[in-house]
């Protein structure tokens, strides 16, 4: 029953934007938020993540250019992707608290 559902992936140009949305079927108010990140041949990834009062992690590699937020009042946390590069392109999962992940959403960043 537990659903998270992301969206906002795409296919874009190096440098462009792409705002992902993670929409959950539970309260997000007491845990920890994430977005992961899977490439072809590579090792899921932490992207960022978000705690419950607002404190961030990124990844190096994503440092600048990508923000973390969330609303706990619509059980949602967004990725701002920012500057993209052909190296961001994956797979990326919604992750609530330590048990549960969503389906995943691709992003394309390609010229």
């Known amino acids: 029953q537990v659903q998270l559902v992301e969206s906002g992936g795409g296919l874009v140009l190096p440098g462009g934007s792409l705002r992902l949305s993670c929409a959950a079927s539970?309260?997000?108010?007491?845990?920890?938020m994430g977005w992961y990140r899977q490439a072809p041949g590579k090792q899921r990834e932490l992207v960022a993540a978000?705690?419950?009062?607002?404190?961030?992690n990124y990844a190096d590699s994503v440092k600048g250019r990508f923000t973390i937020s969330r609303d706990n009042s619509k059980n949602t946390v967004y990725l701002q992707m920012n500057s993209l590069k052909p190296e961001d392109a994956a797979v990326y999962y919604c992750r609530h608290g330590d048990r549960y992940w969503g389906q995943g959403t691709q992003v394309t960043v390609s010229s």
């Open positions: 978000i705690t419950p009062t607002g404190g961030t």
């Open positions: 539970l309260s997000i108010f007491r845990n920890i």
